[in-house]
T-cell receptor, first 112, second 117 residues
Framework: DGGITQSPKYLFRKEGQNVTLSCEQN?????MYWYRQDPGQGLRLIYY???????QKGDIAEGYSVSREKKESFPLTVTSAQKNPTAFYLC???????????FGDGTRLSIL | AQTVTQSQPEMSVQEAETVTLSCTYD???????LFWYKQPPSRQMILVIR??????QNATENRFSVNFQKAAKSFSLKISDSQLGDTAMYFC??????????????FGQGTILTVHP
């Protein structure tokens, strides 16, 4: 079945450490997105990519980095510069043309 | 920039009854899309219904329907014959048509809906 796979499901970060969240899709979608979800708040866009080797900052990109070397993959790195990384992270993808986004099951990141 | 506001943090309804969730948005765009997503306790985001702004007819999807009022910038979701499985957080979302921000979703803060037996 086609879908979006996020891993790991749970991740713990030590202070000063960078961690990378994986997102892979086999839907042949051109666009991919990363969102952060905090309690009591909606999803906020971190980064998005509409084609391979190109990506744009979303609303809360500081302290995060991404790459898009393959169409299927859009990993998110939470750097040590992100001082409050504890949150639920959701990856999504869509065809570029006005289609709704499909979401992965998410990764919960916590601080040790 | 677009904003989406859901003014009801929590709602509850009895099984088999009808409930309406509110959403308002602010935009200067004329062409756009609106969505309702459902997030059950499993945290998976599931698309419930979609509305194109250029369509006057309100979208329906089985027990789910919307009341889209473009001039008032209002987009409410009506759930008929509520079921226990409808218990979830519901998000209203806006997507601009075209331009450099193509495909970006702006979400409201969500409404927690609890269906009681």
């Amino acid at each position: 079945d086609g879908g979006i796979t996020q891993s790991p499901k749970y991740l713990f970060r030590k202070e000063g450490q960078n961690v990378t969240l994986s997102c892979e899709q086999n839907l042949n979608h051109d666009a991919m997105y990363w969102y952060r979800q905090d309690p009591g708040q909606g999803l906020r866009l971190i980064y998005y990519s509409q084609i391979v080797n190109d990506f744009q900052k979303g609303d809360i990109a500081e302290g995060y980095s991404v790459s898009r070397e393959k169409k299927e993959s859009f990993p998110l790195t939470v750097t040590s510069a992100q001082k409050n990384p504890t949150a639920f992270y959701l990856c999504a993808s869509s065809t570029v043309k006005n289609q709704p986004q499909h979401f992965g099951d998410g990764t919960r990141l916590s601080i040790l | 920039a677009q904003t989406v506001t859901q003014s009801q943090p929590e709602m509850s309804v009895q099984e088999a009854e009808t409930v309406t969730l509110s959403c308002t948005y602010d935009t200067s765009e004329n062409n756009y899309y609106l969505f309702w997503y459902k997030q059950p306790p499993s945290r998976q985001m599931i698309l419930v219904i979609r509305q194109e702004a250029y369509k006057q007819q309100n979208a329906t999807e089985n027990r789910f329907s919307v009341n889209f009022q473009k001039a008032a910038k209002s987009f409410s979701l009506k759930i008929s014959d509520s079921q226990l499985g409808d218990t979830a957080m519901y998000f209203c979302a806006f997507m601009k048509h075209g331009g450099t921000s193509y495909g970006k979703l702006t979400f409201g803060q969500g409404t927690i809906l609890t269906v009681h037996p």
